[in-house]
């Protein structure tokens, strides 16, 4: 009680040089405050960022590993074949790719994997297949296109007329053996996940359709087919294409196995739609086909898909069959930390390692923090700087009040205060001011942090934007262009479009491995920037809530005890070390 | 006035010696030297500090009188020999309550502090004792004042704004204030007018004869010497 009155009488009393003190502190305080917020606030969008919002994953197969698995197990068994193990040099093509071939998911595998999951998960599938047009059923194309599709206009308007003729889409651009040959010849792009005029995409659900990789859209007139078996046959088809072929809601069109010209499948146009972004219209430059182009998608169910026996399972089992269709299932997970779990779950309910489950979301998102995550790094550089700058101010001033005060430890020495209580005092003293300038701080940094960190943040992510433009512009891409095949794509599509793919090149072409497995292999960094490849430009989190809460406040409170503390140790080992009797010496 | 002081305290102090004069402090083969084998600056002295005396300590300078004065007060121990409070060897005792407790100093140079008023001073001392008081502290402070003759206005006035003699009565006032056994004045007369020395001398004489302290003064006057119960002479050091 005696130490705690005298050091409030003796705060009160040094008013000039407390308030000088309580400043500094209040300054060092906002500037922790600002750090700590921020560093609270990253952490907390890091973690709160996915946590509400539903996050959507799906499974691909990891291509390398694959491959390294194949080549194992045919050096293994090397009884078995024994062209393959006496020319080890050379990959065994074969079992590489009937290995990819396997890599193949099912849509049984698929669900099973949804029922494997511990945590609520729904999903969507879309499958898509090509199939080819008619004399009555053109795909939008233009000239340039066409031209530019193949390597000699002569071909293209060979292709042209023997697509008028009827002759069969074997012969067009988009055939097996004609990617095949792009690919080989210029070893590039251009081998198409899909063969045929049109993409024929069936869907599972509103929600698939609503992620369909040609962007959103709007029913212009008519509606969307139902997903039961009452409505089969019934697909939606894009304006332009209707307007191209001069159909309205109700005609019937016909089209036809690309592979097959005598199969022909008849579907009756429910709806037509106008896509509200056309992010991908011909994003695959002059290679892409007709197929690929976002007008010429039509829509149905599934359903719809199956009793016309082009879905996945029907065209997996079928060998001969070119017309592959692609499986694309996505997974719709509550929040990031269920995505968490539901990868764990599925990998404990069998999936090979060969798969992995991505979410093209939480990767979007991670990329997203990374001016949050600068600005985190940042704000953890200030805060060590400002403490230990301000440390050292508290230490020198405190040093230099101490010595002022000798005849005062003194005094109270020879009267007979313990040497601890003078020191508790000096210490107390000083934890009223440091206490009074962190509420004083916190004040004002909590009422600065909001403006500030969001200052800083939109600086970081400028920084951001301007490296990537810059990189962009290396590259001799605009930003918005999305690169060229090859490049970075989000490859959320990527397991079944370029494992079928590959399928399909090696099922077409048996005697020409060599040139084969190059296209094949060339082939797929172009399948993984398919359509809605595009990269956005990463929407960077460029707000955050760096409010302070409690949180802060008691961290702040704990640096400002501890930085008492050491500034106070000054102030301790001197009272320690005075010896009574130098009162004798100290007159006044 | 003065005579009758004195008659009474003559009386009184025939009566302690004889009754109750028991050892408050004593010296026992004290030696001491500032720096470890250094110049001994007091060679083993023996002396007996009873209750109810007032007893002057004099000798020429050099004497080694603050030396002895740092010893009894309890700021510094012996390098030889023992001092003892109460039979109780102050080397081993808790110093730090002897002297907020036992023993009231009044230091040459006051040792008051200047930022402080004279209450605050008075009161810090009787908190540091940790004694409790009857009476609010406040007002034992005021009749302290009023003891050594200063004007109770002066109980708000800082340190620093008063003179010297002022000064010296405050530090009086405060060593009394925890009514301490002992009472140790380093030349607490020095900055005093003649009139006002012989009220703090009758002061401490009623303390020693009525109260029964110990008070025991460092000082250079005779006259003082003179009216203490006992002399302690230092010799001054023969050592060279």
Known sequence: ?588 | MDTAVTATANTASTTNTTTAAKPALELEHVSYSYTKGGKRVLIDKNYVFRTGRVISITGPSGAGKTTLLSLLSGLTTPTKGRVLHNGEDLAKADRYRFRSHDIGVIFQSFNLLPALTVAENIILSMDASGKTFDQPKKEIAAELIEKVRLQPEYLNERILHLSGGEQQRVAIARALSYDPQIILADEPTGNLDLATQDDIMAIFKDLAHNEGKCVIIVTHSPEVAAQSDEVFQLAPLRER
């Open chain 1, 1 to 588: 009680m005696f130490v705690l009155n005298n050091a409030w009488k003796t705060v009160i009393r040094n008013k000039g040089r407390n308030i000088l003190i309580v400043l500094i502190v209040a300054i060092i305080a906002a500037a922790a405050t600002i750090g700590l917020a921020i560093r609270n606030a990253a952490g907390t969008a890091r973690e709160t960022g996915l946590a509400n919002t539903s996050v959507t994953a799906t499974i691909s197969v990891d291509r390398s590993k694959l491959m390294e698995q194949a080549r194992e197990a045919s050096s293994s068994s090397s009884s078995s074949d024994s062209s393959s193990s006496s020319t080890d040099a050379a990959p065994d093509f074969d079992s590489m790719r009937s290995a990819l071939d396997d890599s193949n998911l099912t849509l049984a595998d698929y669900q099973k994997y949804e029922k494997a999951s511990s945590v609520p998960v729904s999903s969507y599938y879309s499958e898509s297949t090509g199939v080819s047009g008619t004399d009555s059923f053109q795909p939008v194309e233009t000239s340039t296109a066409n031209a530019a599709n193949s390597s000699d206009s002569s071909s293209s308007s060979s292709d042209s007329s023997s697509e008028s003729s009827g002759s069969g889409s074997g012969s067009g651009q988009q055939g097996p053996g004609d990617g095949q040959g792009q690919g080989g010849q210029g070893g590039g792009p251009g081998n198409m996940m899909t063969s045929g005029d049109f993409t024929l995409t069936g869907f599972s659900s509103d929600t698939a359709i609503a992620n369909a990789s040609n962007g959103t859209f709007t029913m212009s007139s008519g509606e969307v087919f139902g997903y039961g078996e009452d409505d089969n046959g019934k697909v939606i088809i894009s304006k332009t294409l209707a307007d191209f072929n001069n159909l309205s809601v109700g005609d019937t069109i016909t089209v036809t196995n690309p592979s097959d010209t005598s199969l022909t499948y008849t579907l009756t146009i429910c709806g037509i739609y106008e896509n509200t972004t056309s992010s991908n219209t011909n994003a695959m430059g002059p290679m892409g086909g007709t197929s690929q182009d976002a007008d010429n998608a039509i829509y149905t169910s599934v359903s719809t898909l199956k009793s016309l026996g082009l879905d996945s399972d029907t065209t997996a089992n079928d060998d001969n069959d070119d017309t592959t269709t692609q499986l694309n299932y996505t997974y719709v997970l509550s929040s990031a930390d269920d995505y968490e779990t539901f990868a764990s779950d599925v990998k404990a309910a069998g999936l090979d390692d060969t798969y992995t489950v991505q979410s093209a979301d939480v990767e979007q998102y991670e990329s997203s923090l990374v001016p949050l995550d600068n600005l985190a790094k940042f704000a953890l550089t200030l805060l060590i700087v400002v403490l230990v700058v301000g440390a050292v101010v508290l230490v020198v001033l405190n040093l230099f009040n101490i010595r002022e005060r000798k005849y005062e430890v003194g005094v109270l020495t020879a009267i007979g205060v313990k040497k601890t209580k003078v020191a508790a005092q000096f210490v107390i003293e000083l934890l009223i001011v440091t206490m009074c300038g962190i509420a004083l701080g916190v004040a004002g940094g909590a009422v600065a942090s909001v403006p500030v960190s969001n200052q800083l943040l939109a600086s970081q992510v400028s920084a951001q934007e301007s490296e990537a433009s810059s990189q962009q512009q290396q590259f001799g891409r605009a930003a918005d262009m999305g690169g060229g095949p090859g490049s970075e794509q989000q490859s959320d599509s990527s397991s079944s479009d370029s494992s079928s793919s590959s399928s399909s090149d090696s099922s077409s072409t048996d005697s020409n491995s060599d040139s084969d497995s190059n296209a094949g292999n060339a082939a797929q960094p172009s399948q993984q920037g398919g359509p809605g490849g595009m990269r956005q430009a990463v929407d960077y989190v460029s707000e955050i809530n760096a409010t302070v809460n409690l949180a802060v406040v008691g961290q702040l409170i704990l640096i400002g005890l501890g930085l008492t503390l050491i500034s106070a140790l000054v102030g301790i080992v001197f009272v320690m070390r005075y010896e009574p009797l130098q009162i004798l010496a100290d007159r006044s």
